[in-house]
T-cell receptor
Framework: ETGVTQSPTHLIKTRGQQVTLRCSSQ?????VSWYQQALGQGPQFIFQ???????GRGNFPPRFSGLQFPNYSSELNVNALELDDSALYLC???????????FGPGTRLTVL | TQLLEQSPQFLSIQEGENLTVYCNSS?????LQWYRQEPGEGPVLLVT?????EVKKLKRLTFQFGDARKDSSLHITAAQPGDTGLYLC???????????????FGKGTKLSVKP
């Protein structure tokens, strides 16, 4: 069984740029959720994707967008990066019917 | 306002000591999960509790879900240096837009166990 993988591991961008983060879900899982974890904080829910559609969204602006592909992998896109977007971005996969989410190792994004 | 409050925020103890970490909320959750996170890594699921009053044991770790499903505790017996990490509780509020719902995380308890 393959776990959740994310790429890249680390990324440095400048303010105003755009970034794409990628996630491959655990085999057998059809739902992907994205979280942002700022330093010293718990993860905050960004959005969830199921059947290639957004299926719930947290309190994040529209410049945070996502995609899910037929193989259940997912992308998180952030436009017009701001300094406060610097964080660990976590992807979690699950079964839509289940309660347990399994996390990837995260992508550390630094915005200068 | 933090929906899930964890306490204490920081805990530094000696190997062999016992400890309890608390997770409290005014909201009801359909389930609650505990995760352990190492620096720069993703959270690793330790346990899920679903039923009010439920107690689950994982070796030296004991997890309890409050009767009203609003709070939970994690008790570690005879802590070891390998237990060091950030312990996060996360509540699931159930259906959200037809999905299983997103997880609401606390800020975590940073545990350091010294040899």
């Amino acid at each position: 069984e393959t776990g959740v993988t994310q790429s890249p591991t680390h990324l440095i961008k400048t303010r105003g740029q755009q970034v794409t983060l990628r996630c491959s879900s655990q085999s057998g899982h059809n739902t992907v959720s994205w979280y942002q974890q700022a330093l010293g904080q718990g993860p905050q829910f960004i959005f969830q994707y199921y059947r290639e559609e957004e299926n719930g969204r947290g309190n994040f602006p529209p410049r945070f967008s996502g995609l899910q592909f037929p193989n259940y992998s997912s992308e998180l896109n952030v436009n017009a990066l701001e300094l406060d977007d610097s964080a660990l971005y976590l992807c979690a996969s699950s079964l839509i019917q289940g309660t347990e989410q399994f996390f990837g190792p995260g992508t550390r994004l630094t915005v200068l | 306002t933090q929906l899930l409050e964890q306490s204490p925020q920081f805990l530094s103890i000696q190997e062999g000591e016992n400890l309890t970490v608390y997770c409290n909320s005014s909201s009801v959750f359909s389930s609650l999960q505990w995760y352990r996170q190492e620096p720069g890594e993703g959270p690793v699921l330790l346990v899920t509790v679903v039923t009010g009053g439920e107690v689950k044991k994982l070796k030296r770790l004991t997890f309890q879900f409050g009767d009203a499903r609003k709070d939970s505790s994690l008790h570690i017996t005879a802590a070891q240096p390998g237990d060091t990490g950030l312990y996060l509780c996360a509540g699931n509020r159930g259906n959200y837009g037809g999905s299983q719902g997103n997880l609401i995380f606390g800020k975590g308890t940073k545990l350091s166990v010294k040899p």
